[in-house]
Nanobody, 121 residues
Framework: QVQLVESGGGLVQAGGSLRLSCASS????????MGWFRQAPGKEREFVVA????????SYSDSVKGRFTISRDNARNTVYLQMNSLKPEDTAVYYC??????????????WGQGTQVTVSS
């Protein structure tokens, strides 16, 4: 059973940066594609970005492209999300998730508990 634990959320002013981490345990981290999702109050959860098992491929939503960067360290069983030029509309609970598949139809089988990111204007 894969367990995911996010950290690094917090309160930041618009234009600032945060780096989220997601530590994995209980499974073979390098066998999973990893994704970040977010859910704002009153809204549905949305896809943010994904990274392939090796880190060679990434996929970003248009809303964060050019501002967010995903990376992973398979030796440390951790995936990161560097968020720059943050906007108030980035305010949400951010979740990391693990999937065997890749692409828009990938099913994410394991989820973290989420970390709150709040961007003030």
């Amino acid at each position: 059973q894969v367990q995911l634990v996010e950290s690094g959320g917090g309160l930041v002013q618009a234009g600032g940066s945060l780096r989220l981490s997601c530590a994995s345990s209980g499974g073979t981290f390098s066998s999973y594609n990893m994704g970040w999702f977010r859910q704002a109050p009153g809204k549905e959860r949305e896809f943010v970005v994904a990274i392939s098992r090796s880190g060679a491929s990434t996929s970003y939503s248009d809303s964060v492209k050019g501002r967010f960067t995903i990376s992973r360290d398979n030796a440390r069983n951790t995936v990161y999300l560097q968020m720059n030029s943050l906007k108030p509309e980035d305010t949400a609970v951010y979740y990391c998730a693990a999937a065997k598949g890749w692409g828009v139809l990938a099913q994410y089988d394991y989820w973290g508990q989420g970390t709150q990111v709040t961007v003030s204007s």
